[in-house]
């Protein structure tokens, strides 16, 4: 069993960073892959990043050049540092972890198997 909880959220204006943390508790050593998912009501949930135990990272293509994922060396913490915000990363940010498999290119949720319970992001004009 492995949980996950996010902080970090909040409420900046457009061009402005912020830094989300997710930390991992339970049985750390079977997480291989640690992502960060976003939503929007209506809409479905989006992949935003992923790292892998060995450090690969994967983001999509309307984060590459402004988000960085990151990881402490324990892997028990996982980062995302967001700049240049603008108003339409505004979401509910998701906490993603998967046991014994590496991240890869999918950003399928199904693949993942323990969320946290989000934390909002705003980012106003």
């Known amino acids: 069993q492995v949980q996950a909880a996010e902080s970090g959220g909040g409420s900046v204006q457009s061009g402005g960073s912020l830094r989300l943390s997710c930390t991992v508790t339970?049985?750390?050593?079977?997480?291989?892959?640690m992502a960060w998912f976003r939503q929007t009501p209506g809409k479905e949930r989006e992949g935003v990043a992923s790292?892998?135990?060995?450090?690969?990272?994967n983001y999509t293509y309307s984060v590459d050049d402004r988000f960085t994922i990151s990881q402490d060396s324990g892997k028990t913490t996982m980062f995302l540092q967001m700049n240049r915000l603008n108003p339409e990363d505004t979401a509910m940010y998701y906490c993603?972890?998967?046991?014994?498999?590496?991240?890869?290119?999918?950003?399928?949720?199904?693949?993942?198997?323990?969320w946290g319970r989000g934390t909002q992001v705003t980012v106003s004009s």
């Open positions: 790292i892998d135990r060995d450090g690969h990272t």
């Open positions: 339970g049985w750390i050593s079977s997480v291989w892959c």
């Open positions: 993603a972890l998967r046991q014994f498999e590496y991240c890869g290119d999918s950003w399928s949720t199904g693949h993942f198997h323990a």
